[in-house]
């Protein structure tokens, strides 16, 4: 557990190429005796392009090789209105053209590019970002799916009656990241939800607007991809932190068919909306209690973050049975549960509090409250920051290794080589941004290396034990990682 040293952060939305393959059967143009073009919608890996840059076109099979000047080969871009605009066109190699719009795209606008030859024609949709000019661009997320986003929610604790009968109103702030397909309608979501990035700014936590600078991959206001229910996973951040500050995390996962519900708790959290307008930040750590006197402190903010959680499913119940875009999206009754910091704690603690848990994840949490002592079945999963970076690393081994005593379930633990404690979060995208107070001493941590680690490794420990599937973390690779007894 560590106090965060910076205050709050925003962020933003950004640019990647537009690149797909043919998926659909070609069957149809196959069988076709019509003069007319047909077309044949292709799976896009990302259908958002940059504003007045080239949009690189990877051809199918049967166009590689295509020489340009073929009066059989068409190919045409046509805005909302269906105008037509001009474009240079050139190859970049057999199978890739290179274009170039002769006049700037609009941002944030639909576009559609047609190109084929003889009867067969294929068709791409896009949209142009809404600004070209984001220096940061979080990773883009493989899997099978697209990331979609909720507006965040807030709530109390009255959806749950306390053991009193009485309604707790103590707020919660939720964002809900969900799976979507590939084609994407809604813009990009910012860092921080608008409202709470704006309390945040009035109470004086940030001098450094991030959302102005680093670009997010999740979308909001796409329907959710929900043939059939997906795995929940709760997030709960570090002290002091938010849980859209782990993007690089949650995406990851998202994509490969989690739902992530990251909560933000009122008085550990950064910052939470009230329900006056108002906001709640973070309580301070207490520095002048005996041991035992902060011991009591902290179990207390366990506690009260473990209750949090049980409010979150039930809102999530409500949202995802309800006529909302992740509608038949939640699978409840396979929850995990993955936590960073004090966060990690939270999951910790929750999962030997609570029966409807299946496995948690810690990452890089100190380790009390009745979780040390408890003891658990169930799969865990601990990855933890280079302790020879720290002049005691003995005392969290100690505490991991006492922890570890009442494990008789599935455990892994793993020691993230070059890594320090804020790795486990997206600071380090955007470090050379803070300024003054806020920054701090660059990682030695690859950030790339980093979230691969954490995607690999979260992303197969949750397919195991969330989804059932036949996979084993022992054959993962090792660069970069080292497994403790």
């Known amino acids: 557990m560590s106090v965060t040293r910076y205050p709050l952060l925003l962020c933003l939305l950004g640019s990647l190429t537009a690149c797909h393959s043919s998926t659909k059967s070609e069957q149809q143009a196959n069988t076709s005796s019509s003069n007319q073009m047909e077309a044949i919608y292709p799976h896009q ?35 909302t209105q269906g105008e037509p605009l001009p474009l240079q066109v050139s190859k970049e190699s057999a199978d890739t053209l290179l274009l170039t719009p002769e006049q700037p795209l609009a941002p944030a606008s639909r576009y559609r590019l047609q190109y084929g030859s003889g009867k067969k024609a294929w068709q791409l949709d896009f949209t142009t970002e809404q600004r070209s000019d984001y220096p940061v661009k979080l990773p883009s997320p493989q899997g099978d799916y697209g990331v979609g986003e909720l507006p965040a929610i807030l709530f109390s604790r009255s959806i749950t009656p306390s053991t009193e009968g009485e309604a707790d109103t103590r707020p919660i702030d939720m964002q809900i990241w969900y799976p979507v397909g590939k084609i994407f309608h809604g813009q990009r979501a910012p ?53 859209q500050f782990y993007r ?25 909306r009230s329900g006056n ?57 396979h929850i995990g549960l993955l936590g960073h910091s004090f966060g990690g704690a939270t999951a910790m603690e929750a999962l030997v509090t609570r029966n409807h848990y299946l496995a948690a994840v810690n990452l890089d949490g100190d380790l009390f409250g009745k979780h040390r002592t408890t003891p658990s079945n169930r799969a865990v999963l601990q990855m933890q920051m280079d302790m020879s970076t720290l002049n005691e690393p003995g005392v969290r081994d100690n505490s991991i290794g006492e922890r570890d005593q009442t494990l008789t379930g599935e455990h892994h633990w793993l020691e993230v080589a070059k890594s320090d404690h804020l790795d486990f979060s997206d600071l380090h ?13 660059p ?28 996979v084993t973390l022992e054959d993962l690779p090792l660069d970069g990682v080292r497994i403790l007894p």
């Open 45 to 79: 890996a990302e259908s958002e392009v940059p504003i007045n840059s080239q949009i690189r076109l990877h051809l199918p099979n049967r166009l590689t090789g295509i020489k340009l000047a073929d009066n059989a080969f068409r190919l045409t871009l046509t805005g």
């Open 248 to 272: 690089t995390i949650i995406e990851p996962l998202v994509a490969r068919g989690y739902v992530v519900a990251g909560i933000n708790h009122a008085y550990t959290s950064m910052v939470t």
């Open 277 to 333: 307008g108002d906001m709640e930040s973070t309580d301070p750590i207490p520095s002048d209690l005996p041991a035992d006197e902060l011991q009591a402190w902290l179990q207390n903010k366990l506690d009260a973050n473990v209750a949090d959680l049980d409010s979150a499913i039930a809102r999530i119940a409500l949202e995802s049975s309800a006529d909302t875009l992740i509608k038949g999206c939640v699978d409840l009754q």
């Open 191 to 243: 860092y921080l939800d608008k409202e709470i990035a704006t309390l945040g700014e009035q109470g004086g936590l940030t001098t450094l607007s991030l959302n102005e600078v680093v670009r997010t991959n999740a979308r909001l206001g796409e329907q959710g991809e929900c043939a059939q229910p997906h795995p929940l996973i709760l997030f709960s951040p570090g002290y002091g932190e938010l849980s």
């Open 443 to 470: 990682s030695t941590m690859d950030a790339a290396q980093m979230v691969e680690i954490e995607a690999r490794w979260l992303g197969t420990f949750f397919d195991r034990t969330l989804k059932g599937e036949s």
């Open 429 to 441: 995208w955007y470090q050379e941004y803070l300024q003054g107070p806020l920054a701090l001493p």
